[in-house]
């Protein structure tokens, strides 16, 4: 990296914390620290769910999907706008009408405090782990490629934001992922100005897109059949998109404090929803566009020399080993159909090539997906746009992990710390305990990055799966809350803990595609929860509609 | 924690049932009128 890169990124870094910082003062009580005194805008909330959702995998893994894959992915954010739509009719009522600081506070309301206790539990262990991980995830691609130390990369990245979500709770969360978004949404629009500019001389946007279709990457609907059968294993159609999608994002928004926390900030019911359906008709044509830069990207390397494989550091691993040989003669094949613009045949290569990889380093998946975006970035674009796309990749984690510790420290204080250990603390005492829960799950958050590792490098999927072994059961819990009255506490807690057990069993027995565990976790407890309350007495406590 | 659902939001902020099907049937058209989109755009490029 350059010294206009290395200042750009540092400057831009430097200011988002202090801009965090100035915007930390809160009144110092719960309402203030994790709620913004309910005071935002709908455009404030709006901003916020985005960058809570939108990580620094989503930027640096979507281009490359979209390369590999082509522009399917799209389809798995169908199901967001119809969630978005129930979330306004049946979820924010409730939680603005009961003023709950979290989600799962609710559920001690319609059926008793054990069921609160194991829907928070369950997500505190998969939001703090998969924070860990999102953290890990950018790290280790910024260092592969850039040569830096994961250990400094993962305290980076995890650990300067702390700085101001500790300092400024939701407020501070929200307001810096205001910020980031606007630098996010103008690098990668810069990104995709910079490819279409480095095409051919001749060659346009229309052209590029044009080639790309040639090579079947514009499959953006698809319909899962294969061979007159549908593909449940197949991860991206427009069924696996509008169905388990829908549930994916009915649990996200609806049952992980993470998004709730965020649109519970809003002054109104009127400017929660408002901003919710704003993200429905936006997130949508964003991944669109996001992966139209991978497009433009495959476009490129169709005109330039694409590496054999882009992530070097795994390449440099690998020839200490035995198999050196095989993989420089592999190159060596791979430069020359290139160069004879056999396209066809260069695809096998880097796919035997990553087959060798495979075998020289055994616990490794060879997957160079998510290095594709960044490679290209830092092999082609001129200085200082490197430096801001980097800054990018940060930022996005920034905003995503700042709600994760915000939500994670609320549901630590409201749901188990005020409940259990210190039931009468004061409003001051709840603030400066809130502020510690957060460094807590943040150090706990760097910890989890630095064993990471063990994973393998398959990490987004590793995000998604978490996700999907726990919120399909969350979703259970809050559509039998607010849809099946008749069914009462016990019924629910014991259908959740089955249900929870079933959804992991079926996870390893790998007969399915993990995004659809989202549907099966959500019907099992419903299902269990009807079976079960008929063995169980009838308790008369009244229902919170 | 003592949940207070005693203090109903100010009325001001509830818009009526046709304001907010509105919404919800911009959303819905707007996201098939992707779809459609893409569908098309899938078929020119096959």
């Known amino acids: ?94 939680f603005r009408r009961l003023k709950v600081y979290t989600a799962y506070e609710f559920l001690e309301n319609r059926f008793d405090g054990k069921t609160r206790s194991l829907t928070s539990g369950l997500f505190l262990l998969s939001r703090g782990l998969s924070t ?52 996010i949404i103008a690098g990668m629009f810069l990104a995709g100005y910079m490819v279409v500019t480095l095409l051919p001389e001749g060659m346009d946007f229309k052209s590029a897109i044009k080639v790309a279709g040639n090579h079947g990457k514009m499959n953006v609907i698809t319909s899962g059949v294969t ?15 509008v169905i388990g999608g829908f549930f994916l994002a009915l649990s996200y928004f609806g049952a992980d404090q993470s998004q709730v926390g965020r649109y519970l900030t809003a002054k109104s019911q009127k400017e929660s929803k408002i901003g919710l359906l704003t993200n429905g008709l936006v997130k949508v044509p964003m991944q669109f566009l996001i992966l139209l830069v991978g497009i433009l990207v495959f476009s490129f390397y169709q005109y330039h020399k694409a590496p054999v494989y882009f992530d070097n550091a795994t390449v440099l691993l690998a020839k200490n080993t035995e198999y050196k040989d095989s993989l420089i003669s592999l190159e060596q094949k791979y430069s020359s159909t290139l160069a004879a613009n056999d396209y066809e045949r260069s695809n ?52 995503s992990i700042a709600a994760a510790l915000n939500s994670l420290a609320s549901c630590t204080v409201v749901d188990f710390h005020k409940k259990y250990i210190n039931v009468g603390c004061t409003e001051k005492e709840d603030y400066n305990i809130s502020r510690w829960y957060t460094l807590g799950w943040g150090v706990f958050s760097i910890i989890v990055a630095m064993f990471a590792h063990n994973l393998g490098n398959s990490l987004i999927e590793a995000v998604n799966i978490l996700g999907s072994l726990f919120y399909g059961v969350i979703l259970g819990i809050f559509l039998v809350a607010f849809w099946i009255k008749r069914i009462k506490a016990n019924a629910v807690f014991y259908a959740s803990v089955v249900g929870e057990l079933l959804v992991i069993l079926i996870y390893k027995l790998d007969y399915i595609s993990f995004l659809w565990l989202n549907v099966i976790g959500a019907l099992l407890v419903i299902i269990l929860s009807f079976v079960i309350q008929l063995f169980l007495p009838v308790d008369r406590k009244p229902v919170v509609s | 924690m003592q949940l207070d659902s005693s203090k109903p939001e100010l009325p001001q902020e509830e818009k009526s049932n046709s304001y907010w099907n509105g919404w919800y049937i911009i959303v819905i058209v707007f996201l098939l009128a992707q779809v459609t989109f893409y569908y098309l755009i899938t078929q020119y490029f096959k």
Request: net charge positive; proline share 4%.
């Open chain 1, 227 to 241: 061979n007159g059968h549908f593909d449940w294993k197949d991860k991206y159609n427009i069924w696996s998109g």
């Open chain 1, 1 to 94: 990296m350059s010294t206009l890169d290395w200042v750009i990124l540092i400057t831009t870094l430097c200011g988002i914390i202090m801009y965090g910082i100035y915007k930390s003062r809160t009144t110092k009580n719960l309402d203030g620290y994790f709620l913004s005194n309910r005071s935002m805008p709908w455009y404030m909330v709006l901003l916020s769910i985005m960058g809570t959702q939108a990580s620094a995998v989503t930027f640096l893994s979507a281009p490359g999907q979209a390369y590999t894959d082509g522009m399917r992915f799209v389809q798995y954010y169908f199901g967001l706008p119809i969630a978005m739509i129930v979330i306004c009719i049946f979820f924010v009522p409730v």
């Open chain 1, 348 to 399: 096998v290569i880097r796919a035997q090539y990553k087959a060798v990889l495979k075998k020289a380093l055994p616990g490794q998946d060879p997957n160079d997906t998510n290095f594709i975006f960044l490679r290209f970035v830092v092999d082609n674009l001129p200085k200082g746009l490197v430096g801001l796309l980097i800054a990018v990749i940060f930022l996005a984690a920034w905003g």
């Open chain 1, 132 to 183: 860990g991980i999102s953290i890990y995830a950018p790290s280790i691609i910024l260092s592969s490629l850039l040569g830096w130390n994961i250990y400094y990369t993962n305290l980076v990245m995890g650990g300067l934001l702390i700085i101001y979500t500790m300092s400024g709770g939701a407020k501070a969360v929200a307001y810096t992922q205001q910020l980031q978004l606007i630098i």
